[in-house]
């Protein structure tokens, strides 16, 4: 059984910063991709960044320059680190990862972030 566990979310002004990070436990050590998506009231899911195993990175145009996503490979933790937040940021932050030793894509509950003054 793998379980994803998100932490690090809350309330933040804008401008500010927070970092999260996605922690996999269970029967694998082979993590392919990590990434972390989105999604605000009312509106759709969308992709905040993803790492691969080598260590390449994807940003959409909404975050990129403001978030940096890494990964300990060794801790099997994936993190994200969220700088100069706005408002438009806030929404439930979702983590999943793959694996080359099983198939289908694994999530975490998600964790809210909000900034607001």
């Known amino acids: 059984q793998v379980q994803l566990v998100e932490s690090g979310g809350g309330l933040v002004q804008p401008g500010g910063s927070l970092r999260l990070s996605c922690v996999v436990s269970?029967?694998?050590?082979?993590?392919?991709?990590m990434g972390w998506h989105r999604q605000a009231p009312g509106k759709q899911r969308e992709l905040v960044a993803w790492?691969?195993?080598?260590?390449?990175?994807n940003y959409p145009d909404s975050v990129k320059g403001r978030f940096t996503i890494s990964r300990d490979n060794a801790k099997k933790t994936g993190y994200l680190q969220m700088d100069s937040l706005k408002p438009e940021d806030t929404a439930v932050y979702y983590c999943?990862?793959?694996?080359?030793?099983?198939?289908?894509?694994?999530w975490g509950q998600g964790t809210q972030v909000t900034v607001s003054s």
């Open positions: 999943y990862a793959n694996f080359f030793d099983r198939s289908g894509t694994y």
């Open positions: 790492i691969s195993s080598s260590g390449g990175t």
């Open positions: 269970g029967s694998t050590s082979n993590i392919n991709f």
